[in-house]
């Protein structure tokens, strides 16, 4: 369940909120057993799915990764809370997060509890676009983390070498250690870089003086 929260200095006030159950009799397909979202004249709060507005999505088993797609209309100017409560999904190689599009942030989400994220609406649009948030699952494979690289390659700019690497889908990544060796065997430690923990597409790059 995501429940959308008011928080001032009355507290939380709830607003909206949606609810995804998981088994494998549903289809990831949209039909008879999701069911549509009624809008309502104050802030909503509800799921986008082949363009169709649903407050309770039924989807199959997860297999590899999943992604609810928030979707929320008439926000106002205050402190908001996205409430994630998990229940029964927690396994070893299962790993959850809210992706927070504007500000380009992660936020883990625990499998088999209630976990908030708090964020601010104010008079930049991406603060109030509909697409900010999304639920995501993926699953850890042999212990590493989901990063997929997409292109890397070193090249010399006058004296120096500058390397350069591309990467998609960066999930609870903290850096990158670029490491160089001048006998190809023995490396050390070159410098750290930082990880913008980004779903989508992302350019790295640094340089060896």
Do not use: C
Not at 97 to 105: A, M, Q, T
Not at 106 to 125: E, H
């Amino acid at each position: 369940r995501a429940n959308l929260f008011i928080i001032d200095n009355n507290g939380a006030t709830l607003m909206d909120g949606n609810m995804t159950n998981y088994a494998s009799q549903y289809s990831n397909a949209v039909d008879g057993n999701d069911i549509w979202k009624m809008s309502n004249f104050g802030e909503n709060f509800g799921i986008l799915r082949n363009d169709a507005n649903l407050v309770i999505e039924r989807r199959g088993l997860i297999a590899n990764t999943d992604t609810t797609y928030f979707r929320m209309w008439n926000m106002r100017k205050y402190n908001y809370s996205i409430q994630v409560i998990v229940e029964n999904m927690h396994q070893f190689s299962l790993q959850g997060f809210i992706h927070d599009n504007y500000l380009n942030k992660n936020f883990p989400v625990d499998l088999n509890d209630t976990t908030n994220v708090n964020f601010t609406v104010d008079n930049q649009p991406g603060s109030y676009a509909s697409n900010r948030f999304q639920l995501i699952y993926s699953t850890v494979v042999n212990g590493q983390l989901p990063v997929t690289f997409t292109g890397i390659k070193a090249q010399y700019k006058n004296n120096d070498v500058l390397v350069t690497w591309n990467v998609e889908n960066e999930i609870s990544m903290e850096k990158y250690v670029v490491e160089v060796a001048t006998d190809g065997i023995n490396f050390k430690e070159l410098i750290q870089v930082p990880s913008a923990n980004t779903s989508s597409q992302k350019t790295y790059t640094t340089l060896d003086v």
